[in-house]
């Protein structure tokens, strides 16, 4: 199944952020969803993105709508679970 591809646009405030988060401590996931993000906003294609940083491309996908949806706080972080 075909998905469209949807550019993604990233606020001036959110990359900023950006670029802050890289310098700190993070985990593997908020990592690799900081990267997504980061070559999403430079134009880059779900497919291209997906192969570039070892991942499937629904994962990309995922993150690009959470960002888009719920903000960048919520792309970055796992979603509260319930106990």
Same mark, same amino acid.
């Given at each position: 199944?075909?998905?469209? #591809?949807?550019? %993604? +646009? %990233?606020?001036?405030?959110?990359?900023? /952020? %950006?670029?802050?988060?890289? @310098?700190? +401590?993070?985990? !593997?996931?908020?990592?690799? @969803?900081? /990267?997504?993000?980061?070559?999403?906003?430079?134009?880059?294609?779900? /497919?291209?993105?997906? =192969?570039? %940083?070892?991942? *499937? $491309?629904?994962?990309?996908?995922?993150? @690009?709508? /959470? *960002?888009?949806?719920? !903000?960048? #706080?919520?792309?970055?972080? =796992?979603? +509260?679970? $319930?106990?």
């Amino acid at each position: 199944m075909r998905h469209p #591809e949807v550019v %993604l +646009k %990233l606020k001036r405030s959110d990359r900023k /952020q %950006l670029k802050a988060l890289v @310098r700190g +401590k993070m985990t !593997g996931r908020r990592w690799l @969803r900081l /990267q997504i993000l980061h070559l999403l906003g430079r134009g880059r294609l779900v /497919q291209t993105v997906a =192969d570039g %940083l070892g991942t *499937y $491309p629904r994962v990309v996908r995922r993150v @690009r709508d /959470q *960002y888009m949806t719920l !903000g960048l #706080e919520a792309a970055l972080n =796992d979603r +509260k679970r $319930p106990n």
